[in-house]
Structure formats: C-alpha cells, structure tokens
C-alpha cells in the first residue's frame, strides 16, 4: 500500500524559507506513470495546488507562487522536497504531499499524506 | 481565487440524493477531466471521482459524476450521515502555462 509521509518543520518565521519532505513508501518515486505534487489548505479554507514533479526533474508550478516555489525529487530516497520562500503569514497552512496520475498532465490525486501544520509567526 | 466555482453548501436528510455543481470554463472543466475529492473534517482528502465519471476501487457507487460544456456535478445517492464532508472539484486548466485548480469547496451536511 503505497503511503506518503510529510515532515519539516512546523514554525517558520516571516521572510525565512519553508521546507519540507515527502517520503513515499509503498511504491517507487521513479515510475513513469506518476507525478508527485504539494497542495495547502490554509485554516477554514479551500484548497491550493501548488505544484507537481516528474521523477525526471520536469515540474509544473501554480503560476500564483511560482516565483517563490522550488520542488525537486531525490529518487536515492523516494522523496521529493518543496522550498517556498519570503514567507508570510499568509503561507500558515497545512501542506499535503500526493501522488498525481498523468494524462498527459497531472491528474488525479490518488494517495495523499496526512497533511502537516506550517505556522508562520515570529 | 478559485477559477471553479462550488456552492458553499448543500444539505439533505439520510437517503436523499444531494447535487453539487461546478462552474468553470472552456480552459479547464471544457477541454480537461473533472475530479472529486471528499475531505472529513480533519482528514486529508479523498479522491472520489476521476476521469469526470469513474470512481476509484472501494468508492460506493452512490457517488457519481458527469460532465457538460464547462460544468459538472457530484451526485449523492442514498444520502448517509458519513457523508458529512467537504466536497472539491478538481481541473487541470490551460492557461497560464497550466495550472491544476479546484473547486471553492462545498460543505454537505446530512440533517
């Protein structure tokens, strides 16, 4: 049974970088069936993709944060990483990693980890 | 701002069938799939629909999904108290160099 597994700090303060990791055990990060993504959900609120990663490398970004986001993927580890940076009080949310099928594009989000608070405060 | 567009809640009493809609436009619910997502309170979501009509193995087949023009919806049959959730659709959407966007969300409570 595939499971992903976020982890990171919870507390960032503002204007600093947020960082955190997904392990994906189960299953191996390098198929080629699968991108991987990072979705928020801010307190009482909706939900927020933020971006997906091929195995390769090859990635798609919200174009709303985009120039703040970076992923990447180790596939020595199984994991893929996200950094968003200049964060504010506005990034406080919890943040999901999950695996995107493809058609073509990222698609349906099948497996998603169990989500990881991310305050930012001072 | 969400580009799909939920009602922000629906309601219905065990066994009704509850209806949830999604507006969107020809760059994204038009021209892409369409995928539902169930979240209990305090629980990661839950891929319910995909492909605008399929269910995942082990979804009941009270939920159901469709698909015309630029809009869908999630029907509910057979309306039970575990279905208390938070409902999202999901697109992929062309512009911008692509995007993935969900729907505002709709909360569905069973009376």
């Known amino acids: 049974q595939l499971q992903l597994q976020e982890s990171g700090p919870g507390l960032v303060k503002p204007s600093e970088t947020l960082s955190l990791t997904c392990t994906v055990s189960?299953?191996?990060?390098?198929?080629?069936?699968?991108?991987w993504g990072w979705i928020r959900q801010p307190p009482g609120k909706g939900l927020e993709w933020i971006g997906s990663i091929y195995y390769s490398g090859s990635t798609y970004y919200n174009p709303s944060l985009k120039s703040r986001v970076t992923i990447s993927v180790d596939t020595s580890k199984n994991q893929f990483s996200l950094k968003l940076s200049s964060v504010t009080a506005a990034d406080t949310a919890v943040y999901y990693c999950a695996r995107n099928s493809i058609v073509v594009v990222p698609a349906a989000l099948d497996y998603w980890g169990q989500g990881t608070l991310v305050t930012v405060s001072s | 701002q969400s580009v799909l567009t939920q009602p922000p809640s629906a309601s219905g009493t065990p066994g009704q069938r509850v209806t949830i809609s999604c507006s969107g436009s020809?760059?994204?619910?038009?021209?892409?799939?369409v995928y539902w997502y169930q979240q209990l309170p305090g629980t990661a979501p839950k891929l319910l629909i995909y492909s605008n009509n399929q269910r995942p193995s082990g979804v009941p087949d009270r939920f159901s999904g469709s698909k015309s023009g630029t809009s869908a919806s999630l029907a509910i049959s057979g309306l039970r108290s575990e279905d208390e959730a938070d409902y999202y659709c999901?697109?992929?959407?062309?512009?911008?160099?692509?995007?993935?966007?969900f729907g505002t969300g709709t909360k569905v409570t069973v009376l």
């Open positions: 189960g299953g191996s990060i390098s198929s080629s069936s699968y991108y």
């Open positions: 020809s760059s994204n619910i038009g021209s892409n799939y």
């Open positions: 999901a697109a992929w959407d062309d512009s911008l160099s692509g995007r993935y966007v």
